[in-house]
């Protein structure tokens, strides 16, 4: 394996360009890429000196490379809270679920917080989205189920009991409606 250019201010933007062009991430994440690019590169390199005290000064130039991506709008972790947490709640997860996720990829929960009350998904429509995909309340076949099994799913999907009663109490064509609004 040939070794990786030397980490610097100029090869750790266009690795973050690069990374960027592929993934939409947080200030936190891309910072955790390219640490792991220098110590790769670290790890390849035989003179440990000098590839400490390289690998030193490309870790405090990774500061400098996300805000010059943050100015460029490329990077916003507001932009970023507020797509997740949109397409969470359009996939059925919870709002409690959409802010463990983003905490977990490094957004800041007052950004987190904003993007959850700016979505307009509500928590019946996600809750309703959740039963359709795992075939309970209104969209389950056949036989009425368990109740108690039921209100277990929603409640490890971290629904509120009193959303996830209503979610699992809906009438089919009422929540074919709801699901078809969230669609639009």
Do not use: C, H
């Not at 389950?140 to 009663?165: F, K, Q, S, T, W």
């Amino acid at each position: 394996m040939a070794p990786q250019q030397t980490p610097n201010e100029a090869t750790l933007y266009e690795a973050a360009l690069s990374y960027l062009a592929r993934y939409a991430t947080t200030e936190l994440r891309l910072r955790q890429v390219l640490e792991r690019r220098i110590d790769r590169w670290r790890r390849s390199v035989e003179d440990s000196e000098t590839a400490d005290s390289v690998a030193v000064a490309a870790r405090s130039a990774i500061a400098g490379v996300i805000a010059r991506v943050v100015a460029l709008g490329v990077v916003s972790d507001t932009e970023f809270a507020q797509s997740r947490a949109r397409a969470m709640a359009r996939a059925g997860r919870s709002s409690r679920a959409v802010a463990a996720n983003l905490a977990a990829r490094g957004v800041n929960a007052e950004t987190a917080r904003a993007a959850i009350e700016a979505n307009e998904t509500s928590e019946l429509d996600a809750a309703v989205m959740l039963t359709r995909k795992r075939r309970i309340g209104a969209f389950r076949d056949g036989d009425p189920g368990d109740r108690n099994r039921e209100l277990g799913v929603m409640a490890r999907a971290g629904y509120p009991r009193d959303v996830a009663i209503k979610a699992l109490e809906m009438d089919r064509d009422t929540a074919e409606t709801l699901i078809a609004d969230l669609r639009r």
